[in-house]
């Protein structure tokens, strides 16, 4: 069994859901040693999510924009305000879709379905770039 950990960085990004799948792969090209294993995928804040959707119509990140907002909107009375009127939304948002994946590695591949890819959901205006830790875990080639 073998480890590997590495930590990436993903472009800034404007407000909405980015399909990020091949700038997570193309910054670990570590995965193409496993034949098998695991892959945590790990966004290190709590304005942002990571998501696996379908990647092939871009309508889907529009959709997927449009409701994250309708379940946690702006002008809801927060008590946090701090950082500005978008900074607890972005937390729910976090809350409820996530900050981790697990995706399992094949033949040296993330093995995700044909129409998967990795997003992520950048919740305020001005997120800046995202640090993300990926864990490899399995049996090399």
Known sequence: ???????????????????????????????AKYKIGMANIFLQHTSASLMLNENADPDVRVD????????????FPYIHTDEGADDMPGHLKSGIVGVSLNIPISR?????GTWQGIYL???RNYGGSRKVVVTLQGEKS
């Not at 472009?11 to 399909?19: I, N, S, T």
């Not at 997927?64 to 002008?75: H, R, T, V």
């Not at 040296?108 to 995700?112: A, E, K």
């Open 1 to 31: 069994m073998s480890w590997c950990q590495k930590q990436i960085r993903l472009a800034q990004k404007p407000r909405g859901c980015h399909l990020v799948h091949d700038e997570i792969v193309s910054q670990v090209p570590e995965i």
């Open 64 to 75: 997927m924009e449009m409701s994250l907002n309708k379940i946690a909107p702006e002008d």
């Open 108 to 112: 040296g591949r993330l093995n995700t």
């Open 121 to 123: 959901c950048e919740h």
